[in-house]
Each structure stands twice: as C-alpha cells, then as structure tokens.
C-alpha cells in the first residue's frame, strides 16, 4: 500500500484549523520556535526491519494480519510510516533475516519512498539452517578459533551487504557470556571477543562506524562478555576511532543512570549510536516512552547538549518488538514520543539551567527541567510534519485510511515477517 500525497492532503485540511490553535498557544510560549521546528523537521528515526510484523515472547506469539512476508513489503510498511511522520527516513537491516537478493533493486525501491539505508546489523546469536557450526557457547569469545572465524565471515559478509545499499555502519551485538559461574574464563573471553571484533574492524571501509552494543543479562544469566558501558568502551577504545558504543535503553540493569551514562560517551567522542524503546523490569522491548517518558526526556537533554559541544552525529534507531499493538501502530507512537522528548530538550532553558548549576539552586534546576517537560510540545511536532508534507495525526490518519484492512487485503492474514 502507497499513500497518496492527496490522502494526506485531505486528513490535514480537516485538522488544519484546530492545530493552528494550540501552535498559537506554545508559539506564545516557547522562544524560537521556527528554529526548533526546523530541527524537529530534520530529526530522522531509523526503522529496524525486525520490527514490522507481530513479535513474541518465549510463551507465544498472537499475529496479526497483512505483515510484511518479504524485504520489499517490509520497505513499504516503512514507507508508510515514513509517508505519516516524515521522521522514519530510514531503515536498519538485519542479516540473515533479510537479504537483499538484489541489491539495485532494492535501493531503488527504498529510494523511492525516500528511505536511505542505517547500520546493518549481524547476527551470531542464534544459528541458522545449514550453519556449519553452533554458536550455543558464544560466536566471538568461543573456545574454538573456527567457531569464531565463523562469526567474523558473517560480520564481513554483512558489510559487504550494507556496502551494495549505501549503509555506512555495522552495529555489532554479542549474546556472549556464560550463564554459570566457572563456565568462562573472563579475560580468555574478552580477549577472543577483541581479537575478533580486530578482524572485523579490519574489512571496515574508512567511511564506515562500528557500533558495539552492550547488554546486561540475557540470554547469558551469569556474565555477557559485552556487558556494559565500560566494556563497551573498552572494546571500542582499543579498536580504533571508527569505533563506538551503542547504548540500548533496555539493556541496563534497574535504575541505572542511562543519561550519565550518555554523557560521558559523548564527552569522549565515543557514542556512536542509541537503540530506543522502553521497559519496567528488563529488556522488556515496550513501546518508546510508554514507561518512563521522563527518563527519555533526560537523556535527550545529554544528547542535545553532548551533540551541541562536540558536534557529533548519532546513529538513532527503533529497537522494540510488539506483541499485542499493530507494529505499524506501535511505531507509530514511539517515533512520536522520541520526537516530543527531542523536542521538550530543544526548549529547555539551558542558558538559565547552567546558572542556576553554578549557583547550586537546586530548586531552581528542577523548576526549569520540569518547565520544559511540562509543556506540551506536541503543536511544534505537528507542525514539522506539515512542513515534511507528513500528517498532523499519523495514527488518526493511519486508521482513517484502513491502512493495515489495506495490507491484509494485499497480504493476506496468515503471512508472518521473516525472523520472528
Ligand atoms: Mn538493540
């Protein structure tokens, strides 16, 4: 399904004259606020293409209908999505799940929704049909240099594939670890994930990034070889400068301070992207800002602030699995909670914070943190959407216009998404 410019066209007429309102009202509100819609305007959010049908958890998996069977109808859904935003310009593949067969055609296809193509991302954490050997005790830290020379071909496969698209990043993700004390030799494993890794960083093309995620539990319960911030900078470190650390929200123990955590990343240079999405008790893989929109808002701040210091470029991307919301629906909300958290920062009073800062008004600190995530900045996201020639309301138009009857009239209702 492709919408029409006149679809659009038609949903904004109706909506036109009650956003132009409440635009008034924050435009009263809010200084610069042409400047910040510009931004909000530019903001681009890649889509993973793990994201587009129906996920599950290890009980059970309740799909709905019309999901995207192929790479090109995952292509589309972005389309769609980006068609209703103007913010999803983008799309992260995942490999094996989804090969590009031929790789012109694709880009074409992707090109013609005016999506470009993020970091590629590899997979050594579960074995696929006819793989010669198991990753079931790790892929980069494993005991046995074949099974690790295995991971690294995938690695170097996978960018040969982003390479064909026009990516220019691999984020690499380790289920490593151990899920029994005794079972790992810590430093034999960091030092085989390292020399690994080394192999990879070695076939990056000079333009490329390397992106290093870290996780805290699971599937290993006893230690992950990438576990954390530190390790990941570690690894990132002594790989060299295309290196950096990816934070995933989910993947931090409870409680942990994630907006710390991207501040000093960025203060040394070495954050090279963010995984979103949102969760209560782990990785729980929950819509972005549908728990602790706050948290969200606090780490946009270090970005902002970190990014207007050092000038840094962050790879943004979804990374949430769906199991009860239409996923289109579902992504939906988290591209508009990352953009209203982008937003509530942009109209922090900086300025006034740091005052306040040097003058240890504690008071006055939380006054203006909270002044901005207060306001409702939702008109200025609308209004960025008009300017991109997206929806004023992308789920009322999503609905309006049967968008998903229109997939499974397409698709069928029995299609599934490859790699869930
Ligand atoms: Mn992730």
């Known amino acids: 399904m492709r919408i029409q410019r006149s679809d659009i066209e038609q949903h904004n007429h109706q909506h036109l004259e009650g956003h132009r309102k409440k635009l008034a009202f924050i435009a009263d509100q809010v200084a610069d606020t042409e400047k910040i819609i510009n931004q909000i305007a530019a903001m681009q959010i890649a889509i993973p293409s793990w994201a587009l049908?129906?996920?599950?958890?290890r009980f059970g998996r309740f799909a709905g209908g019309g999901e995207p069977g192929t790479l090109e109808q995952k292509i589309e859904d972005i389309g769609l999505l980006h068609a209703l935003t103007g913010s999803s310009g983008a799309i992260s593949l995942h490999i094996p799940w989804d090969i590009p067969k031929d790789a012109t055609a694709v880009a074409a296809?992707?090109?013609?929704?005016?999506?470009?193509?993020?970091?590629?991302?590899?997979?050594?954490f579960q074995d696929q049909k006819d793989q010669k050997l198991s990753y079931?005790?790790?892929?980069?830290?494993?005991?046995?240099?074949?099974?690790?020379?295995?991971?690294?071909?995938?690695?170097?496969?996978?960018i040969e594939y982003g390479k064909a698209l026009g990516s220019k990043a691999i984020t690499v993700w380790l289920s490593d670890g151990s899920s029994f004390p005794g079972q790992l030799d810590?430093?034999?494993?960091?030092?085989n994930t390292l020399e690994s890794l080394q192999?990879?960083?070695?076939?990056?093309p000079s333009n490329w990034k390397m992106f290093v995620e870290y996780k805290a539990f699971e599937p290993n319960f006893y230690s992950m070889t990438v576990g954390d911030w530190g390790q990941s900078l570690l690894y990132a470190q002594k790989l060299g400068n295309q290196a950096y650390a990816l934070v995933d929200l989910g993947h931090h123990l409870p409680n942990a301070n994630i907006e710390q955590i991207v501040s000093l990343l960025l203060m040394e240079g070495k954050l090279g992207g963010f995984h979103f999405n949102d969760s209560k008790y782990g990785d729980d893989d929950l819509t972005v800002g549908s728990i602790n929109p706050y948290q969200l808002f606090l780490i946009f701040n270090?970005?902002?602030?970190?990014?207007?210091?050092?000038?840094?470029?962050?790879?943004?991307?979804?990374?949430?699995s769906h199991n009860i919301k239409d996923p289109l629906e579902d992504l939906l909300q988290s591209v508009?909670?990352?953009l209203v958290a982008y937003a509530q920062s942009l109209i922090l009073d900086s300025r006034g914070l740091e005052q306040a800062r040097n003058e240890n008004d504690v008071v006055r600190c939380q006054e203006l943190l909270q002044q901005a995530f207060r306001t409702d900045v939702r008109p200025l996201i609308a209004e960025a959407r008009l300017k991109n020639g997206a929806a004023i309301h992308p789920i009322t138009a999503f609905r309006t216009l049967e968008c998903r009857k229109n997939l499974i009239r397409e698709r069928g209702t029995e299609t599934k998404a490859t790699g869930l």
Do not use: C, P
């Open 336 to 338: 508009e909670a990352i």
């Open 136 to 158: 079931k005790f790790g892929s980069m830290q494993h005991v046995d240099r074949h099974v690790r020379k295995q991971a690294i071909d995938h690695n170097l496969q996978v």
């Open 199 to 204: 192999s990879v960083y070695s076939g990056l």
């Open 53 to 57: 049908g129906t996920g599950g958890t």
């Open 302 to 320: 270090e970005l902002v602030a970190g990014m207007d210091r050092t000038g840094q470029d962050l790879a943004w991307m979804i990374d949430a």
């Open 186 to 191: 810590f430093r034999k494993a960091f030092e």
């Open 109 to 124: 296809l992707a090109s013609s929704f005016g999506i470009r193509f993020d970091a590629v991302n590899s997979n050594t």
